[in-house]
């Protein structure tokens, strides 16, 4: 779905972006072992921006890609915030305009879990917010399994204030803030924590809100919420079910951010092996992600005529197999085009 983004980011932008392509892919995990390279992060670091396709194949084990590239790239780029928009379509159910924060590298993503046994498991992290080493033993009569929700202030403050910085788009509605907090207490006790002593110095008051009323909330009445400030499983859950709700995952973008410069930015929905190379997926979640690149990049009208004209070759009728088109893929990145500027 890249090539499909790009051809309409270099449309509207004269070809004026210059890309480096990379590699990192299951294809190249399978046939050579090599998740991604230490010379490969180091030119990302570089860089201004990522343009990041899916990378998934049914015969790589899960979580060997999403914790090798994804997760490493989130981590050592220092990507802890993760924009979720969700904007309703021509054909949406749903009328709603909303923006899910979701943080990108703590809570129960940080890869500490295993099984408990006497001799202990140890887990070493160390990020551009906090570097420590966590232990965990214990016995029991069964086999035990755990994985840890770890939160750090640091990591939040930076989030909590970087979050704020999205409140524009969706001025006029509140910012929610969900967690678990009746259930997981000691780890969204901090959460709540940061959330209240940031927002109160930019002069808001949050409206703190458990994920499963959230959930319910949207379906019955999405237009009540604007910016959504979620923990990073809660803001995974939601984001998804946002996106079904304006359509499916593939009209659903994001974008990573750090305090650095380079920035991330992919199609929610992950791949799909078994239509590869027949020029049916549906491409619009990673034209999307393009014009929030072009944002990112300073070129926030030509990113803003680019959404515009997703919307008009909806609106045209101009859609995929999987809403119920009959066109393809091509087609699709045609009509785009051609409501360009």
Not at 205 to 216: C, E, I, L, R, T
Request: with cysteine; aromatic share 8%.
């Amino acid at each position: 779905m890249i090539p499909a983004a790009t051809e309409c980011i270099d449309h509207i932008t004269g070809g004026s972006i210059e890309y480096v392509k990379y590699g990192a892919s299951s294809e190249r995990y399978i046939r050579e072992s090599t998740l991604i390279t230490e010379n490969e992060m180091e030119e990302l670091r570089k860089m201004d921006a990522i343009l990041f396709g899916a990378i998934g194949d049914p015969r790589v084990k899960p979580g060997i890609m999403e914790r090798g590239v994804i997760l490493r790239l989130r981590r050592e780029l220092g990507l802890f915030l993760n924009l979720r928009p969700a904007r309703s379509l021509p054909f949406s159910k749903f009328d709603m305009n909303i923006a899910i924060a979701r943080e990108n590298t703590e809570e129960f993503y940080m890869g500490f879990g295993g099984k408990i046994d006497e001799g202990g498991s140890k887990f070493l992290h160390r990020s551009n917010a906090w570097s420590g080493e966590l232990e965990v033993s214990g016995s029991s009569d069964d086999d035990l399994y755990f994985n840890l929700g770890v939160m750090s202030r640091k990591n939040l403050e930076r989030f909590f204030r970087k979050a704020l910085s999205f409140k524009q788009a969706n001025e006029g509605k509140g910012v929610t803030v969900v967690d678990k907090a009746n259930a997981v207490t000691g780890l969204y006790e901090i959460w709540r924590e940061v959330a209240g002593e940031e927002l109160a110095k930019a002069g808001i008051k949050p409206h703190f809100m458990y994920g499963d009323a959230v959930a319910y909330d949207l379906v019955m009445d999405p237009s009540k919420f604007g910016l959504i400030m979620a923990s990073n499983l809660y803001g995974d859950i939601l984001s998804d079910l946002c996106a079904g709700m304006i359509g499916g995952l593939g009209f659903a973008p994001s974008g990573s951010y750090g305090l650095g410069k380079v920035a991330l930015f992919e199609p929610v929905h992950g791949s799909a092996p078994d239509i590869a190379g027949r020029g049916i997926a549906n491409p619009i979640g990673a034209i999307l992600s393009g014009a929030m690149m072009l944002d990112h990049l300073g070129m926030k009208e030509k990113g803003q005529a680019l959404e515009e004209a997703v919307g008009l070759a909806v609106q045209d009728g101009v859609m995929t197999h999987d809403i119920g088109g009959s066109d393809g893929t091509k087609r699709v990145v045609a009509s785009v085009v051609k409501h360009l500027p």
